[in-house]
Nanobody, 124 residues
């Protein structure tokens, strides 16, 4: 089993920044891709960002390109999501996840371990 714990969410104003962290523990290895997804009330889960096992191949969802940055520290089995220029439409519960492969993935079905989520609320 792999446990993922997100932190760093909160209530901010439009234009502010937040940094989310996700620490992995349990039967996990640094050789897996990791990603971030989000889900707003009444909407489907949306891909935000993902990194391959090395942190060198990275994908972003169209709505966050140029504003968000994903990084990972394999020594500490932690993945980060730096969110800048936040908008009210970024309001959602943010989930980190570990994929079942070392290759970067953008679809939720390729992830088999999920955190409990952290709420991000951006006021206008």
């Amino acid at each position: 089993q792999v446990q993922l714990v997100e932190s760093g969410g909160g209530l901010v104003q439009a234009g502010d920044s937040l940094r989310l962290s996700c620490a992995a523990s349990g039967r996990t290895r640094s050789s897996y891709a990791m990603g971030w997804f989000r889900q707003a009330p009444g909407k489907e889960r949306e891909f935000v960002a993902a990194s391959d096992w090395s942190g060198t191949i990275i994908y972003y969802g169209d709505s966050v390109k140029g504003r968000f940055n994903i990084s990972r520290d394999n020594a500490w089995m932690t993945v980060y999501l730096q969110m800048n220029s936040l908008k009210p439409e970024d309001t959602a519960v943010y989930y980190c996840a570990v994929a079942n492969t070392h290759v970067v993935q953008t679809t939720s079905s390729q992830y088999n371990y999920w955190g409990q989520g952290t709420q991000v609320t951006v006021s206008s």
